[in-house]
């Protein structure tokens, strides 16, 4: 890159790397600089939500995500046992009935993945970094952040140990847990005390002859000696996962323990051969601040959850999205500074809703015996005399489902801020498990399954990084209002009539409308995150007026 960026992105994670894209994607000159001197090479974060994978679908990559675990069995068998070698305390199995199937195609196009951090990472990094505007560099350390009127200045370390500078229009900090970037800006936490620290060991070994048929990629081990659970990668590639108590030293646990450990967990004489041994806390914190003049922060440097529920990484990559389109606009359609004000008003309470659902999700597992200390108990759990503790383990497994099955939690969620022009109508609740669809101002906005010049495709298909307006069939008043709108502020408008442009498949053109709460005179202005900025259920008898002044409050132009 030639000259200082526009924006400077601090981490090369999933977060950082994913804005990198999008701005990318829109020409916007971005440098990220990543402390690793390498990508992820061991496993963390499996499973992207569907709602993240409709976001990959929108930059082209979820294609590629998908291809990752491919030939993978679409069910999936979570158990719970004493050990690998012991006794089986019962089964969570999720997989898609029919009627389950007909419901998530009508959520969404996308279905989630179980691929993890280490597998995608590269991915983005590679798709990102083919574009002319993005610059990659690993090995570079942010030292000093100085935020200013007009740039944000910051000093770092290459990888050759020199000191550099680089001066930006503005900067996301996405350099994770340990954020230096936070720390730098000054930035405190608000959260819940941690509930102690996972100990995770990558090995391999052959485990088949003791799961006995098992397709299950995840198994619980509750007993007198080890409680934690196996998760598999490959055929022999394993990872087990154990706690240690909250303010023990993760620096103590010694390889000769994580042998031990694994070995409790199978219970039988197995050849294993540990390759990796990290930690990370049942933590729960959410940044004070999520701006400090041109500094944005995000992903797990603005928060971060215990992983049950999988909010952590997906949460990160929904920030970005909804922060990208809004410096977009303010460096090449003339928005105001207003407009990222409403970044840290949209996206914080919806990290703080995920952080309680999440530590909801950790104490829920206490009810399978997770985090149980109780050694009386345990040591009883594989005899006669654990039977009741085993029963009452396998009562609690079914309360595990919402925390894999998020659909209400991962699109459900409204914005509120003045990047949304309210309608006052209704608000419609979701529930964590179950989705309710809305074309609400403020919410995402719902997909459906359209024909487009012969093809089958769907709503978020037609997404393209500017402001769509989806019509009713009667829309000619409304595309003069574009027309005349995009002239007037040189903002990217596009027109799409439901029930003419896009034709309604297996449904009748009022059922298409009604989805959207839209009369045939009435219409919606999708924001380019994909959520509901302004609705107009029927005529109004000044469409460009009407349309103007939406999009002069959500992008704060006067």
Sequence with gaps: MSGNPEVLIIGGGPVGLSAALALGRAGISCLVLERRTEFSRYPKANGVHSRTMEIFREWGVAHLVRALTAGMPDEITIAWMTRLSGIEIGQLVLGETAELSRLFDEQSPERMSTAGQHMFEPILAEVAGALDSVTIELGCEVVEIAPGDDSVTAIYTDRTGARQTVVAQYMIGADGLRS??????????????SLGTAINVQFDADLDPLL?????????????????????????????????????????????????????AIGADVPVEIHHIWSWGHDQAVADRWRVGRAFLAGDAAHHFPPHGGFGLNSGIQDVHNLVWKL?????????DGLLETYEVERLPVA????EKMMENTRQMEKTGFLLQDKSLLSVIETEAGEQLRRAIAEGIPAQRDQLASHGQQFGYQYASTAV???????????????????RPGARAPHSWVGLRGDRISTVDVYDGGFLLLTGPDN?????AADEVRAELAVPVTVFGLGSDLTPVDERVDDLLQRYGLEPSGAILVRPDGFVGFRSISRTGDEQKALSGALRQILDVS
């Design 180 to 193: 230096a970037a936070r720390r730098t800006l000054g930035v405190g936490e608000h959260g819940e005390a």
């Design 212 to 264: 006995a048929g098992r397709p299950a990629p995840i198994i619980w081990i509750i007993n007198g000696d080890t409680q934690g659970a196996f998760i598999r990668d490959s055929p022999t590639r394993w990872r087990y996962n154990f706690e240690i108590p909250p303010g023990a030293d993760p620096g103590s646990v010694t390889r000769e323990r994580c042998e031990r450990e694994v070995a409790d």
């Design 328 to 336: 977009i606009a303010r460096l090449r359609w003339g928005a105001g």
């Design 352 to 355: 703080e809703f995920n952080a």
């Design 421 to 439: 022009v309210p309608d006052d109508s209704e608000l419609v609740v979701s529930g964590v498990a179950e989705y309710r669809p809305s074309a």
């Design 476 to 480: 000619a008043a409304w595309l003069t």
